[in-house]
């Protein structure tokens, strides 16, 4: 398993940031690895709604389809699966002067053969999380307000 974490303060009230990435076809705007994001099923953004996630890692696309596992008024958990992989963001949230501190943590556990590569792709994985410290915080602030 490989786990990444990172803390950012976001110029978002807590409410307005949550309301942003619960709706995960916002990855386009913040995740450098997203190609494409694509909700999968109709209506508002709640537990249980489904989006089909495309990316590309170590130069192959890759598509994984995520559900909204949980949803609270603190706390986002994505959970994406493909046949090789099951990755999961948890996102925390607290306010923090005039903005929102958000604990962004991802999770990936590889499957079958897959697992062998694990030690090889942790430094991958840490790039792309200091992408999306990088890139999260002004996304949000330009697609939030």
């Not at 978002?12 to 190609?35: K, Q, R």
């Not at 603190?74 to 994406?80: D, T």
């Not at 590889?110 to 999260?136: H, I, N, Q, Y």
Request: a positive charge.
């Amino acid at each position: 398993m490989i786990n990444v974490e990172r803390i950012l303060v976001v110029g978002l009230s807590l409410p307005e940031l949550v309301t942003y990435l619960e709706d995960f076809a916002h990855t386009e705007d913040w995740d450098p690895g997203t190609m494409s994001c694509v909700r999968l099923d109709d209506g508002p953004v709640r537990t249980g709604a489904r989006w089909r996630n495309t990316s590309v890692f170590r130069g192959r696309r890759t598509d994984l389809e995520y559900r909204l596992d949980v949803r609270e008024s603190a706390r986002l958990r994505f959970v994406g699966e493909n046949k090789t992989v099951t990755a999961v963001d948890d996102l925390r949230f607290s306010v923090d002067g005039n903005g929102t501190r958000l604990t962004y943590r991802a999770s990936l556990t590889f499957k079958g053969l897959a697992k062998l590569a694990t030690p090889f792709l942790r430094s991958d994985f840490e790039r792309l999380a200091d992408g999306v410290s990088t890139r999260l915080p002004a996304a949000a602030v330009a697609k939030g307000t």
